[in-house]
């Protein structure tokens, strides 16, 4: 439940009540990858194909960062118990009369469940958590899934953003920072001697200033990467923002504002809101006024919302 909590944080929630909270496809993708039911692009979207026999679920997936056309927990579950009839059928446990014990035993042997517990022992889990747990992600939900939208490309039935893109973002953002040489002081003893010799000049060296280049970026989010290493799924995007503003080279002036590590990362939301401030909102047309496919979609709720509340969209 709570790796279905942590998905469900990343966007904002269209139904109040706590039984119809949903995840995105994205966040149900990272969910399979992290937990070993998946370790291929293709593997997925194979696995996936049997999610079609689960009422509200279209095959292949499209979409995948519209929270609409996303899983609520009921479904969640189902998903996990289909794609592992799924793989008994594709086994030697086809015919064995506990197949489906030992395969869903199986999907689960080697994963780390407790993502609370990885939190504490991995200080990027714990940082994406403390977001989460504050709404970080939901709150810049629009500008991230709108840039991720535009920078990424469809891979099989699911979107992924290059690192170079990413890396590429950076730099568009002005978020990358170029060094510029310091001339290092001159000592009393180099003003005493004149500091007119050729061996004083040489001795002279430039000390170098901060810096933060494309391959300090690639060596930063190195460790997330989608089911290629070079590639980003929407969660992956995420982290690798976490990773970014982790070992960011910030100045002592601005260390002294930002009295969490939330503010860091916020830092990198104001220089991607003012690059990408025309995607967001063209984002959020899209959310908020949705036509063509966009209205296809029917969120499936468990319980009923009440009728005079703002939030109730299962009429």
């Not at 289909?82 to 395969?103: L, M, P, W």
């Not at 504490?120 to 939208?149: I, P, Q, W």
């Not at 060296?205 to 460790?223: L, N, Q, T």
Request: some cysteine; aromatic content about 10%; glycine content about 6%.
């Amino acid at each position: 439940m709570d790796n279905f909590r942590f998905y469900a944080s990343i966007q904002e929630q269209k139904f109040r009540k706590p039984e119809n909270t949903m995840i995105t496809l994205q966040g149900f993708i990272h969910f399979m990858k992290m937990m070993g039911i998946a370790h291929s692009r293709d593997e997925a979207s194979n696995i996936a194909d049997c999610m079609h026999e689960i009422d509200g679920v279209t095959i292949p997936f499209t979409d995948t960062l519209n929270i609409f056309n996303g899983l609520n927990y009921a479904q969640f579950l189902e998903a996990i118990l289909r794609i592992a009839y799924f793989k008994k059928d594709n086994s030697d446990q086809a015919g064995n009369h506990d197949g489906f014990k030992n395969v869903l035993e199986q999907m689960f042997a080697d994963a780390d469940l407790d993502i609370i517990k990885r939190g504490k022992s991995d200080e990027t889990v714990g940082n994406m958590l403390e977001l989460s747990g504050h709404g970080f992600f939901e709150d810049n939900f629009d500008l991230l899934a709108a840039v991720f939208n535009e920078k990424s490309i469809l891979k099989n039935d699911h979107l992924e953003m290059s690192k170079a893109d990413f890396v590429g973002m950076l730099k568009e953002a002005d978020i990358l920072i170029k060094p510029k040489a310091v001339k290092a002081e001159e000592t009393k003893d180099d003003k005493k001697k004149g500091g007119d010799k050729k061996g004083d000049e040489e001795k002279k060296v430039e000390a170098p200033s901060r810096k933060f280049e494309e391959m300090d970026a690639h060596e930063a989010i190195g460790p997330c990467f989608a089911f290629d290493d070079d590639q980003l799924a929407f969660v992956d995007f995420l982290e690798a923002l976490v990773r970014l503003a982790m070992v960011y080279p910030f100045t002592e002036e601005e260390l002294a504002d930002m009295v969490s590590f939330e503010m860091r990362v916020m830092y990198f939301m104001g220089k991607l809101e003012s690059k990408y401030k025309n995607l967001k909102d063209a984002w959020v047309r899209k959310m908020l006024h949705p036509t063509g496919d966009d209205l296809k979609y029917q969120p499936r709720v468990v319980v009923d919302e009440d009728d005079d509340d703002d939030f109730d969209m299962d009429n």
